[in-house]
C-alpha cells in the first residue's frame, strides 16, 4: 500500500482488492502502486450525482466509471424502487449512446436490475437521450437509465436516471437513493442476470417518438413548398441523433438535408472534433464548409446524446455566424408563443421554464405574451419538475444557455430531435416571408431589448482542481464585489445560503428554490455575473450577461460592438481574461 495515501483512501483500495472484485480489477489496482497521485485521484471520493447524473472517466475506483461503481448505484436504485413502489411491478428502460463501453455498461446495468426482478426494457442499440425520456412514459416505466457522457471527452462516461415522468432525478429521491447507495458494499450488488425479464425494444419505440417528435416541432402555418426551399447542413458529431434527426426531418417533409458524412457514423472517438460539443465553434467546423459549398441556410450539429444542438444561419451579411443558447431559446420560444397565440390557447394560465444562469431576456418575452417565465436551478431536470410541480398550468416549452431547448412536455429534458426540426421550422417560414432566421432575431432584440451574453469556463482537474473552485466561490462570497465595470453592485444572490442581499440598501430577502453552490452579481446597469462550479465537469463557469435597447435593427451591429466592448471591460474587472 501507498504510504502518503490517507489511511481512508488506503482502506478503500484495499477494499477494492477482496475477492468479490475480478482479476481486472485487482491487476490494475496493483500497477497504480507506481503512480500515487492517480491511485489518490481514483478513490479519494466516490462520483455524485450531479446536474446530469453521475459522470466520470472510466477506469478502476470509487471516482470512476466502472462495472462497479454503476452496479452498486443499480442495486441502491433497485433497492428503493423496491421499497417506494412495493405493490407495483417494477418496470425500467434503458438506452446508451456512441461512446467506449456505453452498450456493455448498458447490459451490466439491465443485468443488476433483473436480478432485483425488475423488467427491463433496453435498446437494441444506440438511441438518442430524448427517445429514452419519452420511453419510460410511453411504456409505464417506474425510472430510467441512459448510459453516455453527453458532450465530455472520450475518457469518460456517465450514468442518467430518469424518474416515472419522463424527468431527470430531483428531490427527494435523488438525497433518498444516495442514502440508499452509501449504505451498500460493493458485495451487496447482485450481478446474476434474468435475462428472462430483459426485453430488446428498437424500431416500435422509435416510430412513436420520431411521429411525437414532428407533431410536437412542426409549425402550422408552414407548408410543403417552403420546406423545399430551405437547404439544411446537418452533423451528429459521431453521436447517436444519425438514429432519429434525419429521419425527423424527412417526416416533416424537409428533403434539401445534407449530412456531414465524415461524421455521420457512431464513435466514441470523435475522431474529426477535439470536443464533441456544439457549443464548441470549432465542432461545426466541418459543417460549416459543407454548407459553404452548398449554400445551405441553416446549419445545425448536435451533441454524442443528441440533447443539446448548435445552430449556424446566415448574418445580416450573409455570413454563416454561430448563435448561443440564449439567442437560439429566445426565438425558438417567440415562435412557440406566436403559435399558441394564433392557435387562441394562452389565456394567462401557462409557462416557459428556464435557468437562473440563462439570459434574463425571457421573462420580458414572455410576460410580453402574458405567459409566465418560471425560473429554476441549473439543469433540465428542474425545468421537467416545474411541469409537475404546476401542473394545473400549461407548459410550453424550455431552455437554458448551455444550448438545450425543451418543445411541449412529450420530452421531460432537452431534445435536440424536436428543437432541430423546431430550428428547421422557423428558418422556412422567415425565408418563404423574405426574412431570415437572423433577421427574426434582430426584431426580437429591437422589441425587448439587447441582451448579449458571453459564457467563460476555466477547468480545475482533480482533487487540487476541486480545493481551488471552492476556494474561488468562498472567496465570492466572503469579499464580493461592490462595484464591476464603475456600475454598483445592487444584489447579490447566494443560491447556496438562500439569500438575496441589496449592498446598497443593506436589506435582503430569501430565495425560494432548492440551493446551489451558485453566486449572482447584478448591477445597476443591468449587467449580470454569475459564477457557478460545474455539476458534471471539472470547471467553474462564469456567465455573463449586458444589454442595451436597440431602436432600429439597422443600429444592430453598432450595439453589439458596444455591447462585447462592454462584457470585455467587465471580464478585465474580474481579472478573468
Wanted: proline residues 4%.
Amino acid at each position: 500500500m501507498v504510504s502518503s495515501l490517507s489511511s481512508e483512501i488506503q482502506s478503500k483500495i484495499s477494499n477494492w482488492q477482496q475477492d468479490f472484485f475480478d482479476q481486472e480489477t485487482k491487476d490494475e489496482i496493483t500497477k497504480l502502486q507506481e503512480y500515487p497521485e492517480e491511485l489518490e485521484d481514483r478513490f479519494y471520493k466516490n462520483l455524485e450525482f450531479g446536474t446530469g447524473g453521475m459522470r466520470g472517466v472510466m477506469g478502476v475506483g470509487t471516482n470512476r466509471i466502472n462495472k462497479y461503481t454503476l452496479g452498486r448505484n443499480t442495486q441502491g436504485l433497485s433497492d428503493y424502487l423496491k421499497q417506494l413502489y412495493s405493490e407495483e411491478k417494477l418496470k425500467v428502460a434503458i438506452a446508451y449512446d456512441c461512446r467506449h463501453n456505453s452498450k456493455s455498461f448498458a447490459k451490466i446495468v439491465a443485468d443488476v436490475f433483473s436480478a432485483n426482478d425488475i423488467e427491463v426494457f433496453l435498446f437494441e442499440d444506440l438511441r438518442a437521450t430524448p427517445e429514452l425520456s419519452f420511453t419510460i412514459k410511453h411504456l409505464n416505466c417506474q425510472c430510467g437509465i441512459v448510459l453516455t457522457a453527453s458532450h465530455n471527452p472520450p475518457e469518460y462516461n456517465g450514468y442518467k436516471v430518469y424518474w416515472k415522468d419522463g424527468g431527470q432525478l430531483v428531490p427527494p429521491h435523488d438525497k433518498a437513493i444516495i442514502r440508499v447507495i452509501d449504505n451498500l458494499d460493493y458485495k451487496d450488488i447482485n450481478f446474476k442476470a434474468n435475462d428472462a425479464l430483459i426485453y430488446k425494444i428498437g424500431s416500435n419505440v422509435d416510430d412513436v417518438f420520431i411521429e411525437a417528435a414532428v407533431e410536437n416541432g412542426v409549425l402550422k402555418q408552414n407548408s410543403l413548398e417552403n420546406r423545399d426551399e430551405l437547404s439544411i447542413v446537418f452533423t451528429s458529431l459521431h453521436g447517436t441523433s444519425i438514429t432519429a434527426v434525419p429521419e425527423t426531418l424527412k417526416r416533416a417533409g424537409y428533403k434539401n438535408v445534407h449530412i456531414v458524412k465524415e461524421q455521420a457514423l457512431p464513435d466514441g472517438d470523435f475522431p474529426t472534433v477535439k470536443s464533441p460539443n456544439p457549443e464548441e465553434p470549432e465542432a461545426l467546423k466541418m459543417a460549416l464548409e459543407l454548407a459553404k459549398k452548398v449554400n445551405a441556410d441553416i446549419v445545425i450539429g448536435t451533441d454524442p446524446d443528441c440533447d443539446r444542438l448548435g445552430i449556424a444561419v446566415r448574418n445580416i451579411s450573409g455570413e454563416l455566424t454561430l448563435l448561443n443558447g440564449n439567442q437560439t431559446m429566445v426565438l425558438m420560444t417567440k415562435f412557440l408563443l406566436d403559435q399558441w397565440k394564433k392557435d387562441g390557447k394562452i389565456n394567462g394560465n401557462q409557462f416557459v421554464g428556464s435557468t437562473i444562469v440563462s439570459t434574463p431576456m425571457l421573462p420580458k418575452l414572455t410576460a410580453a405574451y402574458n405567459v409566465d417565465c418560471k425560473i429554476g436551478l441549473t439543469g433540465f431536470k428542474w425545468i421537467a419538475k416545474m411541469i409537475e410541480e404546476y401542473s394545473n398550468m400549461d407548459f410550453i416549452g424550455g431552455g437554458e444557455e448551455s444550448f438545450g431547448f425543451m418543445v411541449g412536455d412529450f420530452v421531460r429534458d432537452k431534445d435536440a430531435v424536436t428543437s432541430t426540426l423546431l430550428a428547421c421550422e422557423i428558418a422556412t417560414l422567415a425565408k418563404a416571408k423574405g426574412s431570415s432566421f437572423f433577421s427574426e432575431l434582430i426584431d426580437l432584440y429591437a422589441t425587448h431589448g439587447f441582451f448579449k451574453e458571453r459564457l467563460i469556463s476555466i477547468t480545475k482537474k482533480g482533487k487540487s482542481g476541486a480545493q481551488e473552485i471552492q476556494k474561488i466561490m468562498d472567496e465570492a462570497r466572503t469579499s464580493p464585489p461592490l462595484e464591476i465595470n464603475g456600475s454598483s453592485v445592487i444584489k447579490i444572490e447566494d443560491y447556496q445560503s438562500s439569500i438575496s442581499y441589496d449592498p446598497t440598501t443593506n436589506t435582503s430577502s430569501t430565495i425560494i428554490i432548492p440551493k446551489a453552490n451558485v453566486l449572482i452579481f447584478t448591477t445597476d446597469d443591468g449587467s449580470r455575473i454569475a459564477l457557478r462550479p460545474s455539476g458534471t465537469e471539472p470547471k467553474i463557469k462564469y456567465y455573463i450577461s449586458v444589454n442595451k435597447a436597440l431602436k432600429v435593427a439597422s443600429e444592430f451591429e453598432s450595439t453589439e460592438s458596444e455591447l462585447e466592448v462592454k462584457i470585455t471591460k467587465i471580464l478585465k474587472a474580474m481579472n478573468l481574461e
